[in-house]
């Protein structure tokens, strides 16, 4: 990975993701624990979605409509217009890129594509961030030590390698895997009147 894309992959760069728990929060109030067992689900059936849809827009193809027809939930479309505007917003002090209202995967792939950065580490980006907003989210909701959520996007990192590899060759059917739980768990979130995230 070049320096760039290590810019983008550092949970400093301010790209509003700090805010979200991407569906822990209400899990964690659901009573799930087996965190790693979430973002495994998520990797499954949202983020590799996602990272298809980013290596897409990387490659000039922002399908919009074809993102919102897998992500019917209102509240879930909202959480992603407002990453993606802020990753817009921040990447442009950076890179020529505009400042638009789209969802996080393809504004990912809009700033991969500004910064040079190849389909296969566009992919992993995409794959990586929404693991570690998973595994940051968790410091906040559950007593534990940081260095059991590095090794657990440790452990993780040799199937995210494999899956952005995959995602960076394929020309099929886009993807269009469902996460019906978190669909259905993100209206519930949004109601709760004492929450530590937007998502």
Same mark, same amino acid.
């Given at each position: 990975?070049?320096? @760039?894309? @290590?810019?983008?992959?550092?949970?400093?760069?301010?790209?509003?993701?700090?805010?979200?728990?991407?569906? $822990?929060?209400?899990?964690?109030?659901?009573?799930?624990?087996?965190?790693?067992? +979430?973002?495994?689900?998520? /990797?499954?059936?949202? %983020?590799?979605?996602?990272?298809? +849809?980013?290596?897409?827009?990387?490659?000039?193809?922002?399908?919009?409509?074809?993102?919102?027809?897998?992500?019917?939930?209102?509240?879930?479309?909202?959480? !992603?217009?407002?990453?993606?505007?802020?990753?817009?917003? #921040?990447? !442009?002090k950076i890179w020529d890129v505009p400042?638009?209202?789209? =969802?996080? =995967?393809?504004?990912?792939?809009?700033?991969?594509?500004? *910064?040079?950065?190849? &389909?296969?580490?566009?992919? $992993? @980006?995409? @794959?990586?961030?929404?693991? *570690?907003?998973?595994? #940051? %989210? *968790? $410091?906040?909701?559950?007593?534990?030590? =940081?260095?059991?959520?590095?090794?657990?996007?440790?452990?993780?990192?040799? &199937?995210?390698?494999?899956?952005?590899?995959?995602?960076?060759? &394929?020309?099929?059917? $886009?993807? #269009?895997?469902?996460?019906? !739980?978190?669909?259905? #768990? %993100?209206?519930?979130?949004?109601? /709760?009147?004492?929450?530590? +995230?937007?998502?």
């Open positions: 990975m070049d320096p @760039l894309t @290590l810019l983008l992959a550092d949970s400093r760069f301010p790209s509003g993701s700090y805010a979200h728990s991407l569906g $822990l929060e209400q899990a964690v109030n659901d009573g799930l624990r087996d965190v790693p067992a +979430f973002i495994r689900a998520r /990797q499954r059936h949202v %983020a590799s979605a996602d990272a298809r +849809f980013a290596v897409e827009a990387r490659r000039g193809n922002v399908l919009e409509d074809e993102w919102y027809a897998r992500t019917p939930s209102p509240v879930l479309r909202e959480s !992603a217009q407002r990453l993606g505007s802020q990753l817009l917003r #921040s990447a !442009a400042v638009a209202r789209m =969802p996080r =995967p393809l504004a990912l792939g809009v700033v991969a594509a500004a *910064a040079g950065v190849s &389909d296969e580490d566009t992919a $992993l @980006l995409a @794959l990586y961030d929404d693991a *570690a907003t998973v595994a #940051s %989210a *968790a $410091l906040k909701l559950l007593p534990l030590d =940081p260095a059991v959520t590095a090794r657990w996007l440790a452990d993780l990192a040799p &199937d995210l390698a494999r899956v952005a590899q995959a995602i960076a060759h &394929d020309d099929g059917p $886009l993807p #269009s895997p469902a996460a019906v !739980a978190i669909e259905l #768990s %993100a209206p519930i979130h949004l109601e /709760q009147r004492e929450r530590l +995230f937007a998502s």
